[in-house]
């Protein structure tokens, strides 16, 4: 069974840092892409984060980089977003998202349930 279970999330003030964890289990994780990805209320889920297989290359969005690290753990099958310099505007449910090759390169994709940021004096 594929799991994928976020923590980390809650209340921070406008400034402060965040560290997102993502335990996951049920797939060779060696053999995913992981994603961060985050729903502000009213908006559509947004790509904010990816990281590849062995970690070699990152991507971030545009308008958050330099806010975010993203990471990852072969040997306990986790990823990490690390948030820095939070504001307001963040607050969202964050969401761990696996992209998973098989033997034919052919991908199936994972979802967490989220954890939800929020970023408040």
């Known amino acids: 069974q594929v799991q994928l279970v976020e923590s980390g999330g809650g209340l921070v003030q406008p400034g402060g840092s965040l560290r997102l964890s993502c335990a996951t289990s049920g797939f060779s994780f060696n053999m995913a892409e992981m994603k961060w990805y985050r729903q502000i209320p009213g908006k559509e889920r947004e790509l904010v984060a990816s990281?590849?297989?062995?970690?070699?290359?990152?991507d971030y969005i545009a308008s958050l980089e330099g806010r975010l690290t993203i990471s990852r753990d072969s040997a306990k099958n986790t990823v990490t977003l690390q948030m820095d310099s939070l504001k307001p505007e963040d607050k969202a449910v964050y969401y761990c998202?696996?992209?998973?090759?098989?033997?034919?390169?052919?991908?199936?994709?994972?979802w967490g349930q989220g954890t939800q940021v929020t970023v408040s004096s």
């Open positions: 998202h696996a992209v998973v090759l098989d033997e034919s390169m052919r991908s199936t994709r994972y």
């Open positions: 990281i590849t297989e062995r970690g070699s290359w990152t």
